[in-house]
């Protein structure tokens, strides 16, 4: 067991850095040159004056080779410094760590609200034994899945604050101002959720064991609780790291949409003014969000399905995106 | 442990006795069961009295496991009883047609079922002793007592250290142990029946004979009634006091377990009977070193088992010892097998000596089979001769040169696979499969190798029609078939076979090896057989080597070492072959046919 | 073929599916056939019309008829769609088939390599590389695109190490095929099957990538149509003009949801020849 949680640290401390290279290869090696990026748009299209540019590039350090260049991001980066937002000049560490409650937040609240919805649906579907219902049921994860969020967000905006007065438009005012945020957010996981729990569940009720149970005399009931939902979850659960990740993702329309500050309005300012620091601070952290949640799961998985600790299994996190 | 234990079965029971009795706990009348539109089971009748076994045997497709499943009301999605009754015990009410709630009151409490494959059958997450336990506390066992009474039934089905292994995982179980497992959960509420479903064909002989034995154990104890569904016709005989024989959801014929397989008066259940493989307990048909040149093809009859084995093992070798003993007229040897050893890591500390020190010698033109059961290495030897894994220590060498040296020696040796079905490229047509050999040697132009494949297909008896089919349009006989034409398209001298049947029915087992035997005769060919089915093995081949745990134990002609084994492990295994009790009621089977 | 359509017919909804499709590439290749009206040049004095016979999705702010619009937008949001899936089936199956095909230190390399780009969420992954590569519908494309290697390659390499393992594989290296006829003739075809149809299955997603980019502005500039932006514009008038934002929108989430539907059919098709 001990061997096995320290397999996992080690595994999520490399992929940690590999993403911190992945970011560093894209944003600091594609043949656009940064500090041409940052003073156009600093400049808003003005000549600009070469000492600027020598002093950037100093500071920035891209006038060091790349390998050296690396090398020094990687070592503030490690120290928890992620180095200084061009468009306004502030700690990039500072910037998300401001952003961040109010995204937690929401990705937190609709997390909660997917599960319950995603959950609910599947466990509904498996359970019905009315063909209608759970025809209806399962018709509803695809939908989820084929709206665009900013469209969905848009079409509640537009009901729920500009017709009916319900809910605030924009702004992270109070717990009302995340009711339609945390909605548009969740509906696309629900839709996730659901269509991974109820094809685990379609598998586990065909599974043999299923078969045994039946033939010992337990009841529809029992058999759902007592094996079908402990082996069809598996494969959720596996998912839900790249399911929190994309959430995170997600906030970056949402909180657009709702012009709610958070962590994804910063991604989409960021991008926006092409602040390279910046939007490498936050694909680190949003890599490190998704490396920590995979490592709860990882932790979790041995304890709902004994075969992970013998080495029966696969890794898990990967799969669906 | 044996059958002896039972009263009222056992070999006491000859010729024919009472028609079916009109009552006892299971009574089947006129059921039918249908998939959507397509009926499967076509009004089936069927009795099982207390403390008797029926057996109810089929091939695949004859409708037994699903007729098994309207029993206990667990037919798949789509499948349902159109008609017929289901009666159980006294009790007036028929089961067809109970609701849920009365079913559940019948399932494990009256009906006990062990299922098919142990791989499957346990959740893989819940603790063994909590799936024992599930069986009683469903039925009102307080979940304390339903535990501490678990661990006293995986004792009683023989389990070591039961109070750990309750609270272990399916995965930390062997495949016998799981079986064990379910046949304690079929038996934990002392049910009136118990229904079980091929319950052992996943398992190796040696632990198939153990199973059984303790089902068998458990439920004569009990007086309980079983019906035994299998495909095995040596079981049936083994275990079952009548037998019904089913075919396309029909029963073709039914009686005592001795009248049915002794003297069969359905043409079908005859051709089932002649086409089991030879038995271990009949006095080899063939003396090793008395045979003949192997009989010309046509004077085997399509259903003569007899004849089949006469023919298959009659071969002029006759050596107790490979490479020291070469017989009158024996050619020496094709392949030579020397001291070779293959190992695999099984994690950073440990490794698994697959093969360990494994050497025999294969004349031109005899067959020489590996048995032995899962895990023993047979399967890796025959990778090692075929030069697909590479041995440790040791040298295969195919007439004195190095096997899998260059292309040219590497043609010689062909393989045919275990399963049909994953063998063929499924985008692939028969005469595509066929080519490819002659393709990739660059045998011939376009058009010769078309004839030459058309040849092919003639030899083994398929017709030119099915050369532009793909496999999945073919039945798993003739996908066979395709699989030996490719194999023989090199002109080969060796060919593996790497439990060629194992995947087919009996009857297309039967018409298989008959086509093998014949090609052998006709082309010389030299056979390394791998099989765990000794009645195959005795049918086909001239020399045997026995293997365990990646040792051969034993090598010698086929007919001294069945007929008087001279290790222990030979012998444990050859005991635990079924079909001992209807051989031994018939000495010579050749009357049967 | 004969079975796709059997497939059609028992299945009215992938029949549905497939008319909105083809109605939908239809727009994208001859919009002109579809509608009379300029979607760039519009009528100011009509501007903000709710839909009706005239237009059928209303006009916008400066009086263009969003129908018009919407259709003229297909050709570049489906383009760009297609785009992305090419980058990341060519890319992603690349990597996949060198990785399962090779084996060894450069699988373990190359699949190291697409943990960490799942490691990044999708979203991101692409903002990052617009970041690098600047806006246009183009870059947006190929930023969704790196996004999908990773799923491409891991499909890709799960299927080549299936058929590599096949038991009619090791037949054809017995039966003398050297390691390219294999890998022609055995290996990609049948796994190209699988990764055909995760291709359609992902294009839904990938549309929706891309739409949102565009919505966040990354994508076509103005006065250009193009679907995400079309919603975005319309973001602005929410309050007076229902159907800016949401008719475009609609079309969007409907051909998602066709495209959805009949990649599952054509998953569930390319299962059942295994």
Redesign the interface.
Known sequence: MLAYVLRRLAGAV???W??F???YL??YL?P?DPVA?MLDQGAGGERVDPERVAELRERYGFDQGPLQQYVTLLGRTLTGDLGTSISSGAPVSGLIADAFPETAKLAGLALALALVAGVGIALLASWTRAAWLRDLLLALP??G???????VG??L??LFS?TWFVFPAVGNEGFASLVLPTVTLAIGLAAVVAQVLSQGLREAWRAPYVETAFAKGSGRARVLGAHVVRNGSLPTVTVLG?LV??L???T??VE??FSRQGFGRL??N???T?D?PV??G??VV??AV??LT?LLVDLVHPLLDPRVLAGAHGRT????? | MTLTTRPGTGATTTGPVDPAPSGGPLRVRGLRVAYGDREVVHGVDLDVRPGEVVALVGESGSGKSTTAHALIGLLPDGGRVTAGEVTLGEGPTPLTGLLPDAWRRVRGVRVGFVPQDPGTALDPVVRVGEQVAEALVVHGTPRRAARERAVEILAEVGLDRPRERARQYPHQLSGGMRQRVLVGIAMACEPELVIADEPTSALDVTVQRRVLDLLADLTGRAGTAVLLITHDLAVAADRADRVVVLKDGVVVEEGPAARVLGAPEHPYTRELVAAVPGRNNVPSASAPDAGPEPGAPDDTAPSGAGAVAGTATGTAVARTDPGTDPGPGATPALLEVRGLVKEFRLDRRERLRAVDDVSFAVPRGSAFALVGESGSGKSTTARLV?G?ERPDAGAVELDGAPVGAD?AT??RT??V?Q?PY???????TVAAVVE??L???RVGDRAERRERVAQLLQQVHLSPDLARRRPAELSGGQRQRV?IA?AL??DPELLVLDEPTSALDVSVQARVLELLARLRAERGLTYLFISHDLGVVRQVADHVGVMSDGRLVETGPVGRVFDHPAHPYTAELIAAIPGARTAAQHPDRKDLT | MTRGLALLRTRPAALVALVIVVLVLAWALVPGLFTGQDPITGVPADKLQAPGAAHWFGTDHLGRDLFSRTVHGTSLSVRAALLAIGVALVAGSGVGLLAGFLGGPVDDALM??T???????????S????????FGTVKVAIAVGV??V??FA?VMRSQVLRVRH?????????????RG?VLLR?VL??AAGPVLALAAVEL??VI?AV??LS????GATPPTPEW?SL??E??DY??VA?WY??LP??V???F??AV??LG?ALTRETRT??
């Open positions: 490399a992929v940690l590999a993403a290279t992945v970011s894209i944003l594609l656009s990026i695809p939908l899945v084929a709206v665009p969020g900013f469209w848009l079409v905006l537009h500009f790249v990740g994309n995170l993702g997600g970056v329309v657009t949409v991604v989409e960021a991008v926006t092409q390279i939007v490498q936050l694909v949003a890599a998704f490396v995979s996190g990967g799969g669906a995106r | 075929l697909l292309r590497r043609r062909q393989l696979h399963d994953s063998s063929l490229d499924p985008r692939f490819e050999p393709r990739a040697h699989a490719r398209a090199l | 190291r390599a943990d960490v780009l799942l490691a990044i969420p999708g979203l991101l992954l903002l990052a590389v617009v970041t690098a590569l600047g996004a999908s990773a799923t891991r096949a038991t009619y594989v090791e037949a054809a290296r017995l039966a003398g095929a050297g006829a055995h075809p049948n839904g997603a929706l739409s949102a919505f966040l502005g990354y995400g919603v975005a319309g973001r929410l309050a229902w934002s949401t929108g609609l969007i989430a409907l998602v949801l959805g539907v599952r020849d295994r």
